[in-house]
């Protein structure tokens, strides 16, 4: 799930929980479940920096995947649920992998007229150097969150992992707007597998516009995640 644009550290400890990747034929069907000390979404605590339960299942069949996620927020304003609905396409070019997918971001709860349902695209690509990772990220809602007419993050991401149950990984966000309110974002963090399907996260995030507010300040999360 990464979400969601491989987007959080959830994604690492998922994919570490995981363990190797082995080829089978046929639909295949996951489920991911966890708790955080923040939901941190691009730099930006979703839960006011208090802890999130979240939770998803996933569906691929060859290269295509499909998948569901919900998590709790809170937003000062009544909105208790956040609920993605995903759907793409992964193909590769040489070493490269490429994942193509749509989101629906969806909120329950929320104010009458809020406009927070929102549609998002991505294209991300990655490449393999040995036990390191290079990735970067394009995601664009024509329409996005709050009514704003439309809004972009780009992201460049690396990975380490000197062993199979242990990745060092970092990212840098460019998130923007059409108008105002435009930030940049970064986070670094470790994600440790402890067993076949429990990962841990620590990651510390950031953002350069801490004047936005507190959500926008530097903060460390937690999160541990099981995948089965």
Same mark, same amino acid.
């Given at each position: 799930?990464?979400?969601?644009?491989?987007?959080?550290?959830?994604?690492?400890?998922?994919?570490?929980?995981?363990?190797?990747?082995?080829?089978?034929?046929?639909?295949?069907?996951?489920?991911?479940?966890?708790?955080?000390?923040?939901?941190?979404?691009?730099?930006?605590?979703?839960?006011?920096? /208090?802890?999130?339960?979240?939770?998803?299942? /996933?569906?691929?069949?060859?290269?295509?995947?499909?998948?569901?996620?919900?998590?709790?927020?809170?937003?000062?304003?009544?909105?208790?649920?956040?609920?993605?609905?995903?759907?793409? $396409?992964?193909?590769?070019?040489?070493?490269?992998?490429?994942?193509?997918?749509?989101?629906?971001?969806?909120?329950? /709860?929320?104010?009458?007229?809020? /406009?927070?349902?929102?549609?998002?695209?991505?294209?991300?690509?990655?490449?393999?150097?040995?036990?390191?990772?290079?990735?970067?990220?394009?995601?664009?809602?024509?329409?996005?969150?709050?009514?704003?007419?439309?809004?972009?993050?780009?992201?460049?991401?690396?990975?380490?992992?000197?062993?199979?149950?242990?990745?060092?990984?970092?990212?840098?966000?460019?998130?923007?707007?059409?108008?105002?309110?435009?930030?940049?974002?970064?986070?670094?963090?470790?994600?440790?597998?402890?067993?076949?399907?429990?990962?841990?996260?620590?990651? $510390?995030?950031?953002?350069?516009?801490?004047?936005?507010?507190?959500?926008?300040?530097?903060?460390?999360?937690?999160?541990?995640?099981?995948?089965?």
């Amino acid at each position: 799930m990464d979400r969601r644009q491989l987007r959080s550290a959830f994604a690492v400890a998922a994919i570490l929980a995981a363990g190797p990747a082995v080829a089978q034929e046929g639909p295949e069907v996951s489920f991911n479940v966890g708790v955080a000390t923040d939901y941190v979404f691009r730099g930006v605590s979703q839960t006011d920096e /208090d802890p999130q339960v979240f939770g998803g299942v /996933d569906a691929t069949a060859g290269q295509f995947y499909v998948g569901a996620w919900a998590s709790n927020v809170d937003y000062g304003d009544g909105t208790d649920l956040e609920y993605d609905l995903y759907a793409g $396409y992964t193909p590769t070019i040489g070493a490269v992998s490429l994942d193509f997918g749509v989101y629906f971001f969806g909120y329950v /709860d929320a104010p009458t007229g809020a /406009d927070y349902d929102y549609v998002e695209l991505q294209a991300t690509a990655s490449l393999p150097l040995g036990p390191a990772t290079l990735g970067a990220g394009v995601y664009h809602a024509p329409d996005s969150y709050g009514g704003v007419d439309h809004s972009t993050y780009v992201e460049i991401n690396g990975a380490y992992s000197p062993r199979d149950n242990i990745s060092f990984s970092a990212a840098l966000g460019r998130q923007t707007f059409d108008g105002p309110g435009d930030y940049t974002t970064w986070n670094i963090g470790v994600g440790y597998r402890l067993t076949e399907t429990l990962g841990l996260d620590l990651r $510390y995030h950031d953002t350069d516009r801490h004047r936005f507010g507190e959500t926008y300040g530097s903060r460390v999360a937690a999160s541990l995640t099981a995948t089965f």
